[in-house]
């Protein structure tokens, strides 16, 4: 079938639909489509709210001023009116749409046919779309085509959501041995830190529970709760070990931890994208926390819940220059700091699961 001709008969749709399932890879899925509809190219495309981007096209793009890995402002694409309903999923006859004759990608590429299918995850959520055009009218394209479209587009989107899956599968086995890595590390320096940070872990899930965190979510505020003091691997021994109070001078220098533990996250594969809030672990609610005087929502929700189970564990953990205090009066200084240090929204999902707790960390 050469492109610009018409489509494929019944049997031959159905012979590349099977070619398509079978293959199994999303370029052969889009070559098919570019087979069956007769067009000069075929493609898919990701989306976000600012850029459409090429991740797949077959056929010469060259003359639509297109390839793969071409990025264009989603304002100025056909699939973003298409998306907010100002044109239809099918036009077989540009020249015969007021709307899409108006739009200056249609004179800038001389487009005759379009076809747009949005691209959706099986959980709902949006990822692109599927495409095909041609720079001469396609009026063989209907409900048959349409409908066969439509096959090939659900064949895409689980290939890709295939990939996605086994992606975040490697990359969730990376973060893991990153995390185990990065723990020994704190133990082999510092056992409280360490301690520390397991009970955090422990106080943050049930945490994450009361405010129902989705399971992705709660996989990363584990790893933060577990990562949130790696920075003081940087921090000397004389003051990690110090047995006293910190003076002025040794509390500027161990309010960098956060710092340096993002800095190492960064250059950590597989724990990268938990920098940030390591950085903001010790950022208030009010926004006099540090290092960069967050206050409120722009404090990422891991850092939220994670800074104040940081802070009642230390509250009622005994350190060698002073004792724990009892839960009661820990509890009290929760609901003290709450719009100030503390989001209230946290401090409320935390006191409900400190009761819930079966091995509290300090009795009263």
Same mark, same amino acid.
């Given at each position: 079938?050469?492109?610009?001709?018409?489509? #494929?008969?019944?049997?031959?749709?159905?012979?590349?639909?099977?070619?398509?399932?079978?293959?199994?890879?999303?370029?052969?899925?889009?070559?098919?489509?570019?087979?069956?509809?007769?067009?000069?190219?075929?493609?898919?495309?990701?989306?976000?709210?600012? *850029?459409?981007?090429?991740?797949?096209?077959?056929?010469?793009?060259?003359?639509?001023?297109?390839?793969?890995?071409?990025? @264009?402002?989603?304002?100025?694409? +056909?699939?973003? !009116?298409?998306?907010?309903?100002? $044109?239809?999923?099918? @036009?077989?006859?540009?020249?015969?749409?007021? *709307?899409?004759?108006?739009?200056? /990608?249609?004179?800038? %590429?001389?487009?005759?046919? +379009?076809?747009?299918?949005?691209?959706?995850?099986?959980?709902?959520?949006?990822?692109?779309?599927?495409?095909?055009?041609?720079?001469?009218?396609?009026?063989?394209?209907?409900?048959?085509?349409?409908?066969?479209?439509?096959?090939?587009?659900?064949?895409?989107?689980?290939? @890709?959501?295939?990939?996605?899956?086994?992606?975040?599968?490697?990359?969730?086995?990376?973060?893991?041995?990153?995390?185990?890595?990065?723990?020994? /590390?704190?133990? #082999?320096?510092?056992?409280?830190?360490?301690?520390?940070?397991?009970?955090?872990?422990?106080? =943050?899930?049930?945490?994450?529970?009361?405010?129902?965190?989705?399971?992705?979510?709660?996989?990363?505020?584990?790893?933060?709760?577990?990562?949130?003091?790696?920075?003081?691997? #940087?921090?000397?021994?004389?003051?990690?070990?110090?047995?006293?109070?910190?003076?002025?001078?040794?509390?500027? $220098?161990?309010?960098? !931890?956060?710092?340096?533990?993002?800095?190492?996250?960064?250059?950590?594969?597989? %724990?990268?994208?938990?920098?940030? =809030?390591?950085?903001?672990?010790?950022?208030?609610?009010?926004?006099?926390? +540090?290092?960069?005087?967050?206050?409120?929502?722009? @404090?990422?929700?891991?850092?939220?819940?994670?800074? =104040?189970?940081?802070? +009642? !564990?230390?509250?009622?953990?005994?350190?060698?220059?002073?004792?724990?205090?009892?839960?009661?009066?820990?509890?009290?200084?929760?609901?003290?700091?709450?719009?100030?240090?503390?989001?209230?929204?946290?401090?409320?999902?935390?006191? #409900?699961?400190?009761?819930?707790?079966?091995?509290?960390?300090?009795?009263?």
């Amino acid at each position: 079938m050469e492109p610009g001709g018409r489509g #494929a008969t019944d049997g031959d749709g159905l012979s590349t639909l099977e070619q398509a399932a079978v293959g199994a890879s999303l370029g052969r899925t889009v070559e098919a489509v570019r087979d069956l509809l007769g067009v000069e190219i075929a493609f898919v495309t990701s989306m976000d709210d600012e *850029f459409q981007r090429f991740e797949m096209l077959a056929g010469d793009g060259s003359s639509f001023g297109v390839n793969e890995d071409t990025v @264009i402002p989603v304002e100025e694409t +056909y699939c973003h !009116h298409v998306l907010e309903g100002r $044109l239809p999923n099918f @036009i077989p006859d540009v020249r015969q749409n007021e *709307f899409a004759m108006s739009l200056p /990608a249609t004179e800038a %590429v001389n487009l005759g046919a +379009y076809v747009s299918l949005p691209l959706t995850f099986s959980n709902g959520e949006f990822y692109g779309t599927m495409c095909a055009v041609s720079h001469e009218a396609q009026p063989q394209i209907g409900e048959r085509e349409e409908q066969f479209l439509r096959v090939f587009a659900r064949l895409a989107i689980d290939q @890709i959501e295939r990939e996605h899956l086994q992606d975040r599968v490697v990359e969730a086995e990376r973060g893991l041995v990153a995390t185990t890595a990065l723990l020994q /590390a704190i133990e #082999a320096r510092d056992s409280y830190t360490a301690e520390h940070s397991k009970a955090v872990v422990e106080l =943050a899930a049930t945490v994450a529970e009361q405010l129902g965190i989705g399971e992705s979510e709660g996989v990363d505020l584990a790893r933060v709760a577990l990562l949130h003091d790696i920075g003081k691997i #940087a921090i000397p021994d004389s003051i990690l070990r110090k047995p006293g109070p910190l003076d002025d001078q040794e509390w500027e $220098l161990m309010r960098k !931890h956060p710092e340096y533990g993002s800095d190492l996250i960064e250059r950590t594969p597989g %724990v990268v994208h938990l920098a940030p =809030a390591v950085r903001a672990e010790h950022e208030r609610w009010d926004g006099e926390g +540090y290092p960069d005087g967050l206050a409120g929502e722009e @404090i990422p929700l891991a850092s939220q819940i994670v800074f =104040a189970c940081d802070a +009642y !564990h230390a509250m009622v953990s005994d350190r060698p220059y002073r004792k724990g205090l009892g839960e009661k009066e820990a509890r009290r200084r929760l609901r003290e700091g709450a719009g100030t240090q503390f989001n209230p929204a946290v401090v409320t999902a935390m006191l #409900a699961a400190l009761e819930q707790h079966v091995e509290p960390a300090a009795q009263e």
